[in-house]
């Protein structure tokens, strides 16, 4: 972190976290902080899902919630962006305070509960950028008091569909009471049938559909992400995001906040995911897509994440400790690495690692 940023981040964190996020958000919108991105790298450009990727680090889900910012993001280094959670209306989400840093620990919890304006703000924005330049996902997700969840996730699908680089189905967040039962396997059947049937019903005749991928929890046994995987590979979900945050509290150094409710991310995460993400990669086999996210901080976790089977990877909470400037650094450091190892694509690693990471205790 250079001075800037570490004045930056002093200033931030004299904020309340949803605060702090809002200036970054207007921030960007502004056109700065001014960072100076990556250079492109033909050793990092990914292919995935019909894709093409200028390198396999993204900003997850979280952070643009409702699509302000996500080509501010692609101008920080990222190689796609992730907007959402969406939900079909607009929602405030839980009482705040919601979320908490848990500095120490370079983590953050949150019960943030899915607040976001609705689609009907997001889908105006995702029109706005219609043509540009850029991988841009949309996660969606459902509202708390839907009376049926199922039919938010399929309106989701029909109206991104053609405007997402891709979707991402988010069951997996521990914020809206009920949303992670759906992961069980008679409600993730109907879910993945339901939404697969939404995306085939608006995709014009002879187009490639938008990839679908499903978001899943670190808090999940091995029984559970075998009835996960079979529903995937059944269904033909084009691929799988490991993981969402966790409500676990082991490995954490400090004590403040640490009894607050809601899902745990940043560094304590990163060992568990990564565990998860390998048994993802065994169950779902070579050629599934996936996505690893939990405490990705460095190019180096970047790497394990990518050896323990992963296509691409995201961050956020990193972000908020490591300043701005964190995707740019890590995608030259990245090239970097490659270009020394003598690698073609990242791709010439992936799963070198995946035996010692799926043979880790849950």
């Given at each position: 972190?250079?001075?800037?940023?570490?004045?930056?981040?002093?200033?931030?964190?004299?904020?309340?976290?949803?605060?702090?996020?809002?200036?970054?958000?207007?921030?960007?919108?502004?056109?700065?902080?001014?960072?100076?991105?990556?250079?492109?790298?033909?050793?990092?450009?990914?292919?995935?899902?019909?894709?093409?990727?200028?390198?396999?680090?993204?900003?997850?889900?979280?952070?643009?919630?409702?699509?302000?910012?996500?080509?501010?993001?692609?101008?920080?280094?990222?190689?796609?962006?992730?907007?959402?959670?969406?939900?079909?209306?607009?929602?405030?989400?839980?009482?705040?305070?919601?979320?908490?840093?848990?500095?120490?620990?370079?983590?953050?919890?949150?019960?943030?509960?899915?607040?976001?304006?609705?689609?009907?703000?997001?889908?105006?924005?995702?029109?706005?950028?219609?043509?540009?330049?850029?991988v841009v996902g949309v996660n969606?997700?459902?509202?708390?008091?839907?009376?049926?969840?199922?039919?938010?996730?399929?309106?989701?699908?029909?109206?991104?569909?053609?405007?997402?680089?891709?979707?991402?189905?988010?069951?997996?967040?521990?914020?809206?009471?009920?949303?992670?039962?759906?992961?069980?396997?008679?409600?993730?059947?109907?879910?993945?049938?339901?939404?697969?049937?939404?995306?085939?019903?608006?995709?014009?005749?002879?187009?490639?559909?938008?990839?679908?991928?499903?978001?899943?929890?670190?808090?999940?046994?091995?029984?559970?992400?075998?009835d996960i995987a079979a529903e995937?590979?059944?269904?033909?979900?084009?691929?799988?995001?490991?993981?969402?945050?966790?409500?676990?509290?082991?490995?954490?150094?400090?004590?403040?906040?640490?009894?607050?409710?809601?899902?745990?991310?940043?560094?304590?995460?990163?060992?568990?995911?990564?565990?998860?993400?390998?048994?993802?990669?065994?169950?779902?086999?070579?050629?599934?897509?996936?996505?690893?996210?939990?405490?990705?901080?460095?190019?180096?976790?970047?790497?394990?994440?990518?050896?323990?089977?992963?296509?691409?990877?995201?961050?956020?909470?990193?972000?908020?400790?490591?300043?701005?400037?964190?995707?740019?650094?890590?995608?030259?450091?990245?090239?970097?690495?490659?270009?020394?190892?003598?690698?073609?694509?990242?791709?010439?690693?992936?799963?070198?690692?995946?035996?010692?990471?799926?043979?880790?205790?849950?």
């Amino acid at each position: 972190m250079n001075p800037l940023e570490w004045f930056g981040r002093q200033a931030l964190f004299a904020f309340d976290p949803e605060t702090a996020h809002g200036i970054s958000i207007a921030a960007l919108k502004s056109g700065l902080p001014v960072c100076g991105g990556a250079p492109s790298s033909e050793r990092l450009k990914t292919r995935l899902c019909g894709l093409e990727f200028p390198s396999p680090l993204g900003m997850a889900a979280g952070y643009d919630k409702n699509g302000e910012v996500p080509d501010a993001l692609l101008g920080l280094g990222f190689g796609f962006a992730e907007v959402g959670t969406v939900t079909p209306l607009s929602q405030p989400g839980n009482p705040k305070p919601r979320i908490f840093r848990l500095t120490g620990d370079e983590a953050v919890i949150n019960r943030l509960g899915f607040n976001n304006e609705g689609h009907d703000r997001c889908l105006l924005r995702m029109k706005a950028r219609a043509g540009r330049p850029g991988v841009v996902g949309v996660n969606i997700g459902a509202n708390k008091d839907s009376p049926d969840r199922f039919a938010d996730y399929e309106l989701g699908v029909k109206r991104f569909a053609s405007l997402a680089s891709y979707l991402t189905v988010n069951i997996s967040s521990p914020n809206t009471p009920g949303l992670r039962n759906m992961q069980a396997r008679e409600s993730l059947a109907e879910l993945l049938s339901r939404v697969i049937a939404a995306r085939a019903a608006v995709t014009p005749a002879g187009a490639k559909p938008v990839p679908v991928f499903l978001k899943i929890a670190p808090d999940l046994v091995e029984a559970e992400l075998a009835d996960i995987a079979a529903e995937v590979k059944e269904k033909a979900i084009d691929g799988v995001i490991v993981s969402n945050t966790t409500l676990s509290r082991a490995g954490l150094k400090g004590t403040a906040h640490a009894g607050e409710a809601g899902g745990l991310s940043g560094k304590p995460l990163f060992e568990r995911s990564t565990i998860v993400l390998a048994r993802m990669r065994k169950l779902l086999g070579p050629e599934m897509a996936i996505v690893g996210v939990g405490g990705v901080n460095s190019a180096e976790t970047v790497l394990e994440k990518v050896r323990a089977g992963a296509d691409l990877v995201q961050l956020y909470t990193g972000m908020i400790y490591a300043g701005p400037s964190l995707p740019g650094r890590i995608v030259k450091e990245l090239a970097r690495f490659a270009e020394n190892q003598g690698l073609a694509s990242l791709r010439d690693i992936r799963d070198t690692r995946l035996a010692h990471w799926a043979d880790q205790p849950l």
